[in-house]
């Protein structure tokens, strides 16, 4: 399976303000996600990202809070934008292996918001 | 209706017995099923995942899908202590997107 790193790893933020979270895998991929998990919740797909297109956002999630970039096939950033208290959470990528469908997960980026 | 149910439990089993894990989906089209283990303070990491109806074993593992009832489980057998973790179940939803159930608590006690 593929190598995924995120940076940072954590960070605490201010309300207001803007993070963005790398995501660098080790080979090309074709599918990058980008998911949430709140404090004692499942996974929640936040967006797609592929590389050369527009994100695809799942409902609940918008572009102008949760912009994100794929500029080639091994890398991905995640924008949360004007942060509230309720943003904080862990925010994953993963990649989507060799025509199984199976996701792999980088070590995920724990944003607190004060 | 949830698109993917697990009981949250925490379910507690002793160290070398089997441990259960269930899900059951909602989408009778849904074609790809996966299982991951979340340690805590961790990221999901694939355990198995399978395709077709019955059963597929990988070590101490072993999933099983009932497509008809819409129903796929895991087992683990000889539990160890080390198996103590979140389960959780995920199903391949329209357009390749995945989603999890809740997640299974699993504590195995020595």
Redesign the interface.
Known sequence: SAVISQKPSRDICQRGTSLTIQCQVDSQVTMMFWYRQQPGQSLTLIATANQGSEATYESGFVIDKFPISRPNLTFSTLTVSNMSPEDSSIYLCSVEGGGTYEQYFGPGTRLTVT | QKEVEQNSGPLSVPEGAIASLNCTYSDRGSQ?F?WYRQYSG?????IM?IYSNGDKEDGRFTAQLNKASQYVSLLIRDSQPSDSATY?C?V?HNN????????TRLTVKP
Request: avoid cysteine.
């Open positions: 790809s996966f961790k990221s999901p990491e694939l995942f959780l995920a391949i390749n997107d995945m989603r999890f159930g809740a997640g």
